[in-house]
Every structure is written in C-alpha cells, then in structure tokens.
C-alpha cells in the first residue's frame, strides 16, 4: 500500500522559512517523479515545484521561483521542499504527490498517490 506523508507544516511570520517534507513508501521511490501542490481557501489547486527521478530535472510554478527549492533523498524515500521568504500568498494547504509520469504530475497537475496535506500559514 502506497503511503505518502507530508511533515513540516506551521505558522510562520512573512520572511520567515520552513521546509516540507514529503515521505514516500509501499512503492519503488526511484521509479516516480514528485511534486508539490497546494491549496488555499476558495482558490483552485496550484501547482508549486517538481522534482523527476533522478533529480535531474526540477521545475517551479512562477509564484515562487527563486524562494522555494525542491530536493530529494532516494536514500530516504524524501522529498523536500526549502521555502524561504515567505509571504502571506503562500498560506494554503500543500500536498505532495507521486507519479511515474513527468508529463501527468508536471504539466497537467495529476498523480496517482497524494497525501492528506500539511497546512502552512504566514502571518503579516
């Protein structure tokens, strides 16, 4: 059974970082790309970074470039997800999800295994 859980979540203050972790198991860790998503209140899912198999190849939705880095630990069956500078905006549940498909999980913001979310809040 493939378990995806998100850890790291909080309450931070604007400027301030944190770093969401994403554990994957009851699959082959090396065999999916990952991706991070999240969701605020009233507004639609946002694709927020992406990371292949390998780690080769990385990518980041515009709202964040530059703030937020991704990263993985096949040793550890992790992903990461560095934030910094963190603004009010970024409030908003993320979800980690895993996929064999760079185009599904990147592109078109599918996957077949996501986790429950972990809630992240930046205060002003």
């Known amino acids: 059974q493939v378990q995806v859980v998100e850890s790291g979540g909080g309450l931070v203050q604007a400027g301030q970082s944190l770093t969401l972790s994403c554990t994957i198991t009851?699959?082959?860790?090396?065999?999916?790309?990952v991706g991070w998503f999240r969701q605020a209140p009233g507004k639609e899912r946002e694709g927020v970074s992406w990371i292949n198999r390998s780690g080769g190849t990385i990518d980041y939705g515009d709202s964040v470039k530059g703030r937020f880095t991704i990263s993985r630990d096949n040793s550890k069956n992790t992903v990461y997800l560095q934030m910094n500078s963190l603004k009010p905006e970024d409030s908003a549940v993320y979800y980690c999800a895993a996929d064999t498909s760079w185009g599904r999980i990147s592109r078109a913001g599918q996957a077949n295994y996501w986790g429950q979310g972990t809630q992240v809040t930046v205060s002003s």
């Open positions: 009851g699959l082959t860790f090396e065999d999916v790309c």
